[in-house]
């Protein structure tokens, strides 16, 4: 209870002490008793707050605002512990402005990580003392991090130069993990202004901004915790996919935000949703880190598996620091599931809600990728307007096969014959290709120090390995599609079964099933290259 609580109350039980009209005494003489009693009440509490309020810490705040302890204003917000960063920068570009050189100090006490910085101020009796500021570290990029006040006061002014004190904590220890200002002033109104302008402030220092940042969720108690990310760097080259794809996605995602004011002042709506959509192991992931790359000033939001839940958070931070993107990366995991709303409705259904929530002004492009379009594609259908892109991200034909050889030999000189490891590599990924490569350097290093090249016999003793019949399980995960007879999950398959005559954003053709280019038994390469010799 605050001070100006107490004076509520005592003076309600003052003004309810009634005469009655059965008292034994007139009028005047009640009416003498009446404010007799009420000067008592209320010299006895000047007296007890006074003696309460006597401490160092409130006769410091006392002192600093100028107004009686329980006459002042409070006002505070909580923020979630991720953006404690940005709190302290907010609060750092205020006292800059305002009280440059005001210094920070802390409190100490039993319960300060239960009260509130107006009852531990005003709390009577030997509660709290004047201490040294705590201090802890928050991340404010991949690798750098700054030096936060975990608990501290300071004493600053408001816009209108009255005093006020400004107090910071953030606890995940007890309740909820938070980040909280406390703002104290002997008038509302400058509190308020205090706390306007520091979110103010927050915003125009935010540490987030042109970040790539990852949604996570923290074992702790379960809530959610946003994480730095180094910004990938892959050249174009190092993307293989069929001629024009790169360049469609990369008109679609980039260009918008290239000619963002002029689409506005036409009266175009920026935002927009990318689906990349194929097997396991061709290169979504890859291409969505390509496009991180190339889009250096914008802000990143990744989100993969249960972290998906703190999909509002997160559409907002991508409103908030737009231009953006917001990844929603294998969304056919977590699609159906209902445990994370509160409605209870599949997770997709809150997926779509937000990406509709955000304005079709804001620079902000969605990317969902899905090794399952078929999943998706009634609800996307249901609800249009969410996704404007949906590209194939497909196995690599031959050609593509060929780059991918030379791309993952590395520095590495290609000494083999590729022809007939190309040719036996037919509906494999690019992921797998990849790892033919890896085990064929190791193939290398096993038989020499001084690698400089690959040769027919290391590509052989490669795809040797990977064909072992007790790989099987190695290949379907590098994502190559079993032939008939062969163990495994075709992962991919789903994503083209024929849903019935609705309209579909992916017709299948008039066979019922869309062809899946590459989709063959698999030929071991060993077996090729052993029958030509080798
Ligand atoms: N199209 C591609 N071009 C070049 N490398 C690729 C390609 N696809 C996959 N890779 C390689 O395989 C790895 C795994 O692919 P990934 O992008 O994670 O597959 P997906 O997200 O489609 O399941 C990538 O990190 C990359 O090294
Ligand atoms: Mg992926």
């Known amino acids: 209870m605050t001070p100006a609580d107490h004076t509520a109350d005592r003076s309600g039980d003052a003004a309810s002490g009634r005469g009655g009209e059965s008292a034994p005494f007139d009028v005047s003489t009640a009416t003498g008793l009446a404010m007799a009693l009420r000067d008592l009440l209320e010299a006895s509490y000047r007296l007890a707050t006074q003696a309460g309020l006597d401490t160092p810490v409130a006769a410091k705040i006392g002192a600093h605002l100028g107004c009686e302890l329980k006459d002042m204003a409070f006002v505070e917000e909580s923020f979630p512990l991720w953006e404690h960063a940005n709190l302290q920068r907010g609060i750092d570009a205020y006292l800059a402005d305002h009280s440059p050189a005001a210094e920070w100090f802390g409190l100490s006490g039993m319960n300060r990580d239960h009260e509130d910085l107006a009852t531990m101020i005003t709390r009577p009796g030997p509660g709290y003392e004047i201490s040294a500021v705590t201090h802890g570290t928050a991340a404010i990029g991949p690798d750098e991090a700054m030096e936060v006040v975990q608990f501290g006061l300071v004493l600053s002014t408001a816009p ?43 915003r125009v220092h935010d540490v987030f901004r042109g970040q790539v940042l990852s949604f996570g ?60 959509h194929g097997f396991p192991g061709t290169g979504k992931t890859h291409t969505v880190r390509y496009l991180m790359g190339r889009m250096s000033g914008c802000t990143v939001i990744l989100m993969t598996g249960q972290a998906m839940r703190f999909i509002e958070p997160a559409a907002a931070l991508a409103r908030r620091l737009q231009p953006s993107m917001l990844v929603l990366e294998d969304v ?113 290093f096993r038989t020499s120090d001084d690698v400089r090249s690959l040769t027919d016999a290391d590509l052989a003793a490669a795809a040797e390995e990977l064909s072992e019949q007790r790989q099987a399980l190695t290949r379907s995960l590098l994502g190559h599609s079993p032939g008939d007879g062969e163990a495994g999950d075709d992962t991919g398959g789903e994503a083209w079964d024929d849903t019935g005559g609705e309209p579909q954003l992916f017709p299948a053709p008039p066979g019922g099933r869309m062809a899946v280019p590459g989709r063959r038994a698999w030929r071991s390469p060993a077996v090729y290259l052993r029958s030509r010799g080798e």
Do not use: W
């Not at 200002?181 to 302008?197: D, F, K, N, T």
């Not at 794809?245 to 679609?252: G, W």
């Not at 037919?426 to 033919?436: D, P, Y």
């Open 160 to 202: 209108d130069d009255s005093p006020v004190v400004i107090g910071l904590r953030a606890s995940d220890r007890f309740g909820p993990s938070e980040c909280r200002m406390e703002i104290l002033a002997a008038q509302r109104p400058a509190a308020v202004a205090v706390r306007g302008e520091i979110e103010r402030l927050m």
């Open 217 to 276: 969720v923290s074992e702790h108690r379960g809530n959610e915790l946003l994480s730095f990310l180094p910004r990938p760097d892959l050249g174009a080259e190092q993307v293989v996919l069929p001629a024009g794809v790169l360049d469609s996605i990369e008109r679609h995602v980039i260009s918008i935000t290239s000619h963002a004011e002029r689409l506005r002042a036409v009266g175009q709506h920026l935002k927009r949703g990318l689906l990349l």
């Open 332 to 444: 056919d995991l977590v699609a159906q599931d209902r445990s994370f709303g509160p409605d209870s409705s599949p997770l997709l259904f809150s997926l779509l809600e937000a990406m509709d929530g955000i304005g079709a002004d804001a620079d902000v492009t969605f990317v969902l990728t899905t090794n399952r379009a078929g999943m998706l594609e009634r609800a996307l259908v249901d609800r249009p307007g969410r996704v404007d892109l949906a590209v194939e991200i497909p196995k690599p034909d031959e050609q593509a096969r060929e780059r991918l050889l030379r791309l993952y030999a590395g520095t590495l000189e290609l000494e083999a014959d590729l022809a007939p490891v190309i040719a036996a590599t037919e509906g494999v990924t690019a992921s797998f290709i990849k790892e033919l490569l890896r085990r064929a350097v190791l193939a290398a």
